[in-house]
């Protein structure tokens, strides 16, 4: 009698903890309070192609504040954007910090903190190739590093769908800061915001 | 005679398991061998000093070429014997030069390689390029064992279950083995017993059961419904406030994306790939692109990548994975243009009651995402660390000061309230941060 009230007791147990299946998601009170009736950002719905309602931009379609990039992907583009392409957005102390915040984000792990190729990526050797900013043989402009970054080049891709296009600017500033430290130049001179 | 004979047979089973089980231990401790150059490799190669053209090839020709497989440009190994060594030297100093010569070599493999024009080197000397080629002829390292162990075994996932399995199951059959042995054991004792006259079990006289005693007794009975009702009342209350809560929702993602390798052994940053917490409503998941950033050049994983539950093998093939989803042909580098989405399941999941904006929390507040989303870059598997409940949101508000230094916008207002509220440093509460309708409308 008495074992088997602990038998059960310990049964009833076990059925309590396998019953927490920690992959599927737990019940809701009123489901329909929860759920949203329109499409969720990262829903499966049977209307979309593959169901899959995070979807690719319609060709042409502009969000706020994007300017369209007109140099082509390649090595004509990349020689043109090099020579004639300038950063429009002002040189000032603030917009270079911001652009070092960003670089520390998407750039640094492999460029490294000071430009010279030697990130963390690349000192553990899961990246490999990445060269110093003041490489001579690339002799990287303006114009040119923009580019990159668009496009992306060889083995590297492009930053386009993570920045925008202020974004990229600033984080150009702050590359070609880069270029003048380790070539040890003089600091360029912030410029005054006056639009 | 015929209970002694089962208890050897048990212990022989017994030795031979145990037997076996070392013998599975003892395998794949051997070891690799390091054979020398291919016999192809010319002299000044194979003399040369393979460290110091590790760090030229690391730095110089990594982008693009690799040792042992096609990249940007062909694989190195063997490149000494499909070209002669002057040859070499002419087109690593410079290519260009080489093929507008017309030299027909030059030419077909530029033709070959699509017209991409690999980057000059004036800066090398005829010795560092014979410490690149050394690097690049050392042969590829077999590794036999682990490949074989793997097949053996019959299982692609974490090849380190194996030994602790076969632990456990010899610790079941001793535990059962030794149940039998006590079982045939008092057996006999006790027919010895019986033989030899002596009573085994002397019986206790009958008293009054303990339950009986405990229901005539009224004072005792109420306490315990008492208790009872408490506990009943504890356990319903419990259960209710768990319902429509994640906390610990772990599941299994269509790829085996380890948070552990990427924010945490690679240390890169959250915002990396979810850019758009930056600057939007969502943390965003990161679209395969972003992926293919490092995962181009990163194929395969590092021996030392693997752990005893996942194996490299298992990983590779989680790469694979991605190669399918993005349509990523890794023999021609290039993208077939057939793509398919990944399914990610979604963990953290607020109810379409409730706004959330992590730009708000992130950009403004410069929260660190480990606030809310715990130790993500020790999780193997990703999972919900934060019960994300009303309360859970409304304590954070009441104890977190706003960072209002060199913030312009906040200026006024923090004058006025901090009057208001007779105190130094606001906190979000005090702020408006517990209005409903800053979250719910």
């Known amino acids: 009698m008495k074992s088997l009230f602990s038998i059960l007791l310990i049964a009833f147990c076990m059925t309590l903890v396998s019953c927490s299946d920690k992959s599927q998601p737990n019940y809701q009170y009123f489901p329909n309070m929860y759920e949203s009736i329109p499409y969720d950002t990262y829903g499966e719905y049977p209307i979309f192609p593959q169901e899959q309602s995070a979807l690719t931009v319609d060709e042409g379609s502009i969000s706020r504040g994007f300017t369209p990039y007109e140099y082509e992907d390649s090595s004509e583009g990349y020689e043109k954007a090099k020579e004639e392409l300038k950063n429009e957005v002002p040189y000032t102390e603030e917009n270079l910090a911001e652009g070092r915040q960003l670089y520390t984000i998407y750039c640094a792990t492999c460029h490294g903190d000071k430009g010279d190729g030697k990130g963390y990526l690349v000192e553990r050797e899961k990246i490999l190739g990445v060269p110093s900013y003041d490489d001579q043989g690339r002799a990287i402009t303006e114009g040119s590093v923009y580019h990159v970054m668009w496009h992306g080049i060889n083995t590297m891709g492009s930053y386009a769908s993570q920045m925008d296009n202020k974004e990229l600017w600033l984080v150009d500033h702050y590359v070609m800061q880069l270029k003048d430290e380790l070539e040890g130049k003089e600091p360029r001179e912030f410029e005054s915001e006056s639009e | 005679m015929e209970r002694p004979f089962i208890l050897k047979q048990f212990i022989l089973v017994f030795l031979l398991f145990f037997a ?330 607020l109810p379409d009651f409730a706004y959330f904006n992590h730009s708000q929390h992130v950009a403004v507040g410069g929260i660190e995402c480990q606030e809310c989303h715990g130790p993500v870059e020790e999780m193997e598997i990703m999972y919900q660390h934060s019960p994300l409940t009303m309360g859970w949101c409304i304590n954070c508000h009441r104890e977190t000061n706003i960072k209002v230094e060199g913030n312009a916008y906040y200026e006024k207002i923090h004058e006025e309230l901090s009057k208001k509220y007779d105190v130094e440093e606001l906190t979000a509460a005090e702020m408006g941060g517990l209005e409903c309708g800053k979250c719910h409308y």
């Open chain 2, 20 to 349: 076996f089980t070392m013998h599975a231990q003892d395998d794949g401790g051997g070891e690799d061998e390091e054979g020398g150059y291919g016999s192809y490799v010319p002299e000044e190669v194979a003399n040369a000093d393979e460290a110091k053209g590790k760090e030229l090839f690391n730095s110089l020709c990594a982008a693009c070429h690799k040792r042992y497989r096609d990249a940007t440009g062909p694989k190195l190994h063997g490149v000494t014997e499909r070209r002669d060594m002057d040859w070499l030297y002419k087109w690593i100093v410079n290519s260009q030069e080489l093929i507008k010569s017309g030299d027909s070599q030059a030419v077909q493999l530029y033709e070959e390689w699509n017209q991409v024009a690999m980057n000059a080197f004036p800066q090398l000397s005829n010795e560092d390029m014979d410490n690149i080629l050394a690097y690049v002829e050392v042969p590829q390292e077999v590794k036999k064992d682990k490949e074989t162990d793997v097949a053996a075994s019959g299982e692609g996932q974490g090849g380190g279950g194996i030994s602790t399995e076969i632990v456990l199951g010899l610790l079941a059959v001793v535990l059962l083995v030794l149940s039998v042995i006590l079982y045939l054991v008092n057996k006999t004792l006790n027919r010895f017993a019986e033989a030899n006259g002596i009573p085994v079990r002397a019986d206790k006289p009958k008293g009054k059961p303990i339950w009986v005693a405990f229901a005539e007794n009224q004072f005792l009975v109420l306490v315990a419904v008492v208790f009872l009702l408490l506990a009943v009342a504890w356990g319903g209350y419990g259960f209710l406030m768990q319902v429509g809560v994640d906390q610990g929702y772990e599941p299994i993602q269509p790829i085996h994306y380890s948070h552990r390798i990427h924010a945490g052994e690679n240390q890169i940053e959250c915002k990396y790939c979810h850019s758009s917490a930056r600057v939007s409503k969502h943390s965003g998941i990161p679209s395969l692109n972003v992926c293919m950033n490092c995962h181009k050049q990163i194929a395969e994983v590092s021996e030392e990548t693997a752990t005893e539950e996942y194996s490299k093998e298992f990983y590779d093939n989680e790469i694979q994975k991605l190669y399918e989803a993005t349509g990523w042909d890794e023999s021609s580098q290039s993208y077939t243009g057939e793509t398919k989405p990944v399914k990610w399941v979604r963990i953290h999941n």
